[in-house]
């Protein structure tokens, strides 16, 4: 890996309109206040998709077959790692950069994504680790089982993570995945999408999910998608392109905020019974 001689922006200070917008706690998607007081927010168990869906062929073999069982915690699970900014690498969240040995970076529409993530109360989540992982440009994932026939990119690993800051903010850069097709139907795409996790206070703590690109119109084509009951639902994974936020000859901003529970719970999908 190679840090680029020219790049100081990412993991130093975000631009103006960045900041503008990481001065308002408190505020959600569309700018309203989100839940305040000590409100109870029922778990609404028909938001998430159901476990069998035929439609996303591997749903079949992969959605349990009997009742789940309930096993208690080991205390490593409960205890293991807590992850801080000392463990991040200055690149780590600049997926341009960050596999590149090409001052110039991957190859690609450039983005920043940014966003935060709360509870079901509106309250930031801090010191949180994402970790995310996609396509390159031209929809190839740098994987030895991939079998789409776009090229890797040789300056593009595809793979970053970062940590939320004292209000639950964070951001990273890449370049915008491309779409790729996959093993489902006769002809199923996947729109572009970036994969995340998020970690808890333990290792075992883990949400796994992934988020799509506002306008894009294989959002609403793909099968897996379309296991997701309402669009209300599906909307929550989409980034919303954000250009009070972009970066002027650079890059444009995605705004793509992340909830952990409650009315408005993200969709994660190794929790598809919510927290
Ligand atoms: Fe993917």
Known sequence: MTAPADDKRVGGEPNAAFREKKSAPGQTPGGQ????????????????APALTPLYKTSVTRSPQRAPLSFATTLSEETSPVFGNDTLGPLDNDLIHNFASDPAGAIGPRIVVYGRVIDEMGRPVPNTLIEVWQANAGGRYRHKKEGYLAPLDPNFGGCGRTITDENGWFEFRTIQPGPYPWPNGPNDWRPAHIHFSIFGHAFAQRLIS???????????????????PTK????????????????????????????????RQTLFENRMEGL
């Open 210 to 228: 992934q988020f799509y690109f506002e306008g894009d119109p294989m959002i609403w084509q793909c099968p897996i998608v379309k296991t997701i």
């Open 33 to 48: 206040r989100d839940n305040v007081g000590n409100s109870y927010f029922m778990r609404d168990r028909s938001w998430h």
């Open 232 to 263: 209300e639902a599906i909307e929550t994974l989409v980034a919303k392109l954000d250009m009070g936020a972009t970066i002027p000859m650079d890059a444009r901003a995605y705004r793509f905020d992340i909830v952990l529970r409650g009315r």
